[in-house]
């Protein structure tokens, strides 16, 4: 019984769905009405001017039995034929390219909610996930937009066409018709919301098979080097099985709609077949009214098969939607603005100030900081160590505003972040994270990404300092060689200096490096720690780090314990005073040096 009411309230909840998926779709489509129009008048102009031919095909029959001529029926019937393919040909072409340009639309207006998300809301979803929106179900909107929504409105029309010819010529023989329609219609509504809850759970397989292929794809050394590639092919088997599974079920009523729409028509074939001959036979009804009607009813089933599709693509679109509807819903950033306002002096070292910072994660109950407070001035280099876990990395994801403090204030030259103009605060910032990204393309492209007006000469200055020109020299093509997929012809040590290199061309006013020492050789340490120190003369340098050795000659340390600050100072300092450090250095074999 409780299973019989969940699926009673689960179909309850797709028919409440489905009527805000029309208003959504014909949303989408609303810009291109018009043309929707012009599509649609043409496509009926088609299917009416076919009609004719019924009625010609009478008159012609009339006449032959009447021995009159009928070069002129003939070439009337051409004509129409002619028409008839003209219209729709013209119908089929503006609703097709209308079709496309709604999925475009769709298309751009998701990738924008996509790359606006904030951190917290693009967490929800797996990256596989949200391209197999993109890609997939914008494509079924296509389908849905070209063929529920236009086709379902152009079969209507012809059945009512049809229909209303058909009256005016053998009033009984409808009734017979209509009778054999109207319950196989009702079989079909019996059956639509069940084949819309099974094409959202189709399309959310097809979601994990994407998910599991690119997190697999993006990972494809380590699945290689730990023997894993089994399970990982189990994980895309078991998507793929569940695919499978209700694909089948939606083949199984695909045939079983499509089996009662061409039996209520072959009965009304029937029907009429043997009540119309009696008619004729009675002399009620001329033979050549009747092969007419026989006719219509023929050409009843291009429309009905329409909107028998039409269900099928509507329910595929309606699976669609419900996906892009989810991401639509998510919480964006406000709109970027990189452009500096007058006043703005984007050339000093910028000040930063935690003041009492309580913060947790979404969705999690335990806090990351406990009323973490230190200030740092403008200039030079602010170390922050601790253990793994004690908040360090969360601090600089805080400056970016990726995530907003439950509590307590931080601010930038005095003024609270939560205040600046996002696009403005960033655009002060170079961040440079843990795992060093690249995107595929060109080392050049990588380099200058976010960077506007960097010179040949900066960048020069730039590899010197990061010790990449001697990369660079290496490569075939220099600057313009491909690295590619996320860097992957590069060294982990590489891909660190060239997010560095990125994050300095942007001469930032508040530099966060993020352990970018972590995977470099002391040489290329060494060389890394002297541009971090060039830098910090003319930026604010925050720099997180488990490698000691690269924070020993930091202005300041911040030590950062379980989400709390410990203790801040000089590093001579903080090994005579804080146990904590002391033991860290000691570990890390610095004390001495």
């Not at 075939?476 to 491909?482: A, I, Q, S, V």
Request: include cysteine; glycine fraction near 8%; charged fraction near 20%.
């Amino acid at each position: 019984m409780d299973r019989k009411e969940s699926e009673t309230d689960e179909t309850d909840e797709v028919s409440v769905f489905t009527l805000s998926a029309w208003r959504e779709l014909l949303g989408y489509a609303r810009p291109y009405r018009w043309t929707v129009v012009l599509g649609g008048v043409l496509g009926l102009l088609g299917g009416l001017t076919g009609l004719l031919e019924p009625m010609v095909t009478k008159e012609l029959v009339d006449a032959l039995e009447r021995n009159e001529t009928v070069g002129g029926l003939l070439l009337l019937l051409t004509v129409a034929v002619l028409a008839s393919a003209m219209f729709s040909l013209l119908g089929s072409f503006l609703l097709g390219r209308t079709a496309e340009s709604v999925v475009r639309d769709a298309r751009l207006k998701l990738i924008r909610r996509i790359l606006r998300l904030r951190v917290s809301q693009f967490a929800r979803f797996p990256p596989g996930d949200l391209m197999s929106r993109v890609s997939t179900d914008t494509t079924l909107m296509n389908q849905a937009v070209s063929h529920a929504l236009i086709d379902s409105v152009k079969g209507i029309l012809m059945m009512v066409a049809i229909l209303t010819a058909m009256v005016v010529m053998e009033p009984v023989l409808v009734l017979v018709t209509l009778g054999v329609l109207v319950v196989c219609g009702i079989l079909v509504g019996i059956l639509a919301p069940v084949y819309t809850r099974y094409n959202v759970t189709v399309q959310e397989s097809l979601g994990d098979i994407g998910n599991t292929l690119e997190r697999s794809l993006g990972a494809f050394r380590t699945i290689k080097a730990t023997g894993v590639e089994t399970q990982v092919e189990a994980n895309a088997v078991a998507a793929s099985d569940r695919a499978w599974k209700y694909g089948v079920k939606l083949a199984r009523m695909d045939g079983a709609m499509g089996a009662i729409a061409m039996m209520g028509i072959h009965l009304s074939f029937l029907a009429v077949l043997g009540i119309g001959g009696a008619r004729v036979a009675s002399g009620d009804t001329a033979l050549g009214t009747l092969i007419a009607f026989l006719l219509y009813l023929f050409y009843l089933i291009e429309p009905a098969t329409e909107l028998l599709d039409s269900v099928a693509q509507f329910s595929a679109g309606v699976a669609a939607v419900r996906r892009i509807r989810d991401v639509q819903q998510l919480d964006v950033e406000a709109d970027i603005e990189h452009r500096a306002l007058p006043g703005d002096d984007t050339r000093t070292s910028a000040s930063l100030r935690f003041e009492d910072v309580v913060f947790r994660y979404p969705d999690t109950e335990s806090a990351v900081h406990h009323g973490v407070s230190f200030d740092v001035p403008p200039g030079g280099v602010t170390a922050f160590v601790g253990a793994s876990g004690a908040g360090k990395s969360t601090l600089f994801a805080l400056i970016e505003r990726f995530y907003e403090p439950d509590s307590g204030q931080i601010t930038l030259d005095g003024r609270d972040i939560g205040h600046w103009p996002l696009g403005r605060l960033r655009s002060a910032i170079g961040y440079v994270e843990q795992d060093a990204p690249v995107l595929a393309g060109t080392l050049r492209e990588n380099l200058l990404l976010g960077v506007d007006d960097a010179s040949d000469e900066d960048i020069d200055r730039v590899l010197v300092s990061t010790r990449l020109d001697g990369l660079v020299a290496r490569l075939p093509d220099g600057l313009d060689t491909k690295v590619g997929h996320r860097g992957n012809t590069l060294s982990g040590g590489e891909r660190q200096r060239i997010a560095v290199a990125r994050a300095l061309l942007r001469r930032p006013r508040l530099l966060l490096l993020d352990e970018v020492t972590s995977q470099l050789d002391a040489l290329n340490e060494l060389a890394l720690r002297e541009a971090i120190e060039h830098a910090a003369k003319e930026t604010t340098v925050l720099v997180v780090a488990h490698r000691l050795s690269t924070v020993v000659r930091a202005d300041r340390i911040v030590v950062m314990e379980a989400g709390r600050v410990r203790a801040i100072g000089a590093h001579h300092e903080l090994v005579e005073n804080d146990d904590l450090y002391r033991e860290l250095a000691a570990t890390q074999l610095i004390a001495a040096q």
